[in-house]
């Protein structure tokens, strides 16, 4: 029940010092919030290529991955199952016709023994392409894994065209990393074998996933790989014209812009569908989508 006792105003002393009193408080939030996902650095520009090629049906590129030795990307494009192969200036060298059709490519990945993963979106599998021979291995279920019922209420609340659109391959453990695009945007922690969920992270805002370049219900996850040197996730958001970096032990985010070209002031770049790491860890590649402007784009990586 209410009290009808009215209490008496506090004095403006007091006032003032009670303030006073929260303002460290409010300095230490203000600091957790931005080392959370320091904003606003650019990574610099070094080299950008055009890679659409029509002649090898390479015309809608959804995903990049490194080769173990550092010689070479590998890619896919969204209107085809094959794997292509590309050289550093992107240019198309050679291509994978898996024997079994690899279904809405969106992703790939490299393994520590060099096997080849693909990430089909619609279907929410993996295959597991032999890369020699094009021999599809085996097909990994993400409904089969141990733990998945932790996040298959978020899973189903997705559209199949906002699912899966990530993958990369922990270069030392063997773990494999599935983002889950948008609705919502999740990271997911598989084991080696594809046999058990480890760990996974809704990345909203709360957790540093947010950029001034778009609304949190646009800010999308399009492609990702890992820092071998850092264990840190490298993830590009496409709508939010970013690369977040992100310390999974910590979940410290930093946030970067990606220009688009050298210019004083460039535009941010867009329509990032694919990211891979060089082998010194000391280039960033990331792969656009952006019809006959697609381009392959390499940043000096901090």
Known sequence: MKSDRQHPPMHKKYRRGAALHFLPVLFVCLLVSWARASDGEALRLMDSQKIYDASEQFTEPSGLARSLDGTRFYAVSDNTGAIFVLDDEGSVVDRINPDFPV???????????????????????????DPASGRRIRTAEMRDLA??????QHLSAAPKNKGFEGIAVHPVSGH?????????RLLLEISADFTRLLQWWILGRDAGFSSPHARDDEMDLSGLTIDGTTGDILIVSDTGRSLFRMNPDTQEVRRFDLPGSKKHKPKLLKNAEGVALSSGADRLFVLTDDGRSSRLVTYEWP
Request: glycine share 10%.
């Open 176 to 184: 494999i990393f599935i983002a889950n695009e948008t609705e919502p």
């Open 103 to 129: 279904r809405d490519p969106e992703g790939i990945a490299v393994m520590p023994d060099g096997v080849l993963l693909v990430l089909e979106e619609g279907a929410r599998s993996v295959a597991v392409i």
């Open 147 to 152: 733990g998945i019922d932790a996040v298959r």
